[in-house]
């Protein structure tokens, strides 16, 4: 199986409520998100014309939409968290959560806003989502 590999950046800020250390402040982070996408087909001999797999264009209007441009320069915070900080409740740029807004729940929104949304004959097949250049969250298929 050929797969494709297409980095990411973002910035977002976020606060993680009832974290026993510095996550329960308001802090930000520069992501860098990886989206690895394969052939839905066993490639044997070489990849038919047009000679690629999926447009790198299209892949990143698609990325950028579903997920870029609802994270960048934002705050996401969960419905807890603004219980008990409502004095944030009226920011600009703000981004209501059901769950907390962990490097883990990123991933798995992520994953579900792609999954659906990709070209015919393509599959995601994995992400990793850096929040700082030592942790990561990662899933494969």
């Known amino acids: 199986m050929i797969s494709l590999t297409k980095i990411f950046h973002f910035e977002m800020a976020h606060a993680i409520d009832n974290f026993p250390g510095v ?31 999926v447009n790198f264009e299209e892949l990143k209007e698609i990325i950028k939409a579903e997920i870029i441009s609802n994270f960048d320069h934002k705050l996401l915070l969960s419905k807890n968290y603004l219980k008990t900080n409502p004095e944030f409740s009226n920011h600009g740029n703000l981004i209501v959560w059901d769950a907390e807004p962990t490097l883990e729940n990123l991933l798995v929104y992520i994953r579900k806003k792609l999954k659906n949304k990709l070209p015919q004959g393509v599959v995601l097949s994995g992400l990793k989502i850096f929040e700082t250049d030592e942790t990561f969250a990662e899933w494969k298929l």
């Open 23 to 53: 996550c329960q402040y308001i802090h930000g982070h520069s992501y860098k998100l990886h989206v690895t996408f394969s052939s839905k087909h066993d490639i044997e001999k070489y990849v038919k014309s047009p000679g690629y797999i």
